[in-house]
């Protein structure tokens, strides 16, 4: 047999086995892709409710799924962290905080839109979400009735009542005129 024999055979073998390893590369790469993805579009459909649980969800796996071997998600990685920084310091009664905390966020979504290979400006993810004002003042109003209540349960803070009247006052009152 000559050389060109050996490789006919060697290929045929080892044809299969390749193939199924390239595919198999391929769709861990591609669900890698998805995951970053998820976690990209997830933060962009919840980033005027910043404090909703999706949104947390999504900011709590960015380090599972940005690889900092890599230089683009690396940059991801580092605005995470500066975020991720900034959030966990007391919040002081400043109106520039909320400012900040955006611009690090913004940041963050364009370096990942960078990864992905999506052609968003700063300007655009800052500024071209939707968010009813009914959505605002109902997780207001959610917020309050839980604070109330916890104020109650702690006795901290009594419930109003004004009576009217009593049921057994009008059974009392029909007695008295038999």
């Known amino acids: 047999m000559e050389l060109s024999d050996w490789l006919t055979i ?4 080892l044809g299969p086995l ?3 390893q390239l595919t198999r590369r391929l769709d861990e790469r591609k669900e890698k892709r998805e995951r970053k993805l ?3 579009k997830t933060l962009m459909a919840t980033r005027s409710y910043a404090t909703s649980q999706e949104h947390v969800n999504a900011l709590n796996i960015i380090d599972l799924e940005f690889d900092k071997s890599i230089d683009k998600e690396k940059d991801v990685l580092i605005a995470w962290n500066a975020y991720l920084d900034f959030l966990n310091t007391i919040r002081p009664i400043d109106p520039q905080w909320n400012d900040k905390r955006t611009e690090l966020f913004v940041e963050m979504l364009y370096r990942m839109a960078i990864v992905l290979d999506y052609d968003f400006e700063k300007t655009h993810i800052k500024n071209s979400s939707y968010a009813p ?5 109902t997780e207001n109003d959610l917020f309050n009735i839980r604070k109330g209540l916890i104020e109650v349960l702690e006795g901290k803070r009594s419930i109003p009542m004004d009576v009217m009247k009593f049921p057994f006052q009008e059974e009392t009152n029909q007695n008295d005129h038999k």
């Open 10 to 13: 060697a290929a045929i073998l």
């Open 18 to 20: 390749v193939g199924i």
């Open 38 to 40: 998820r976690v990209f």
């Open 133 to 137: 004002q009914a959505h605002g003042n």
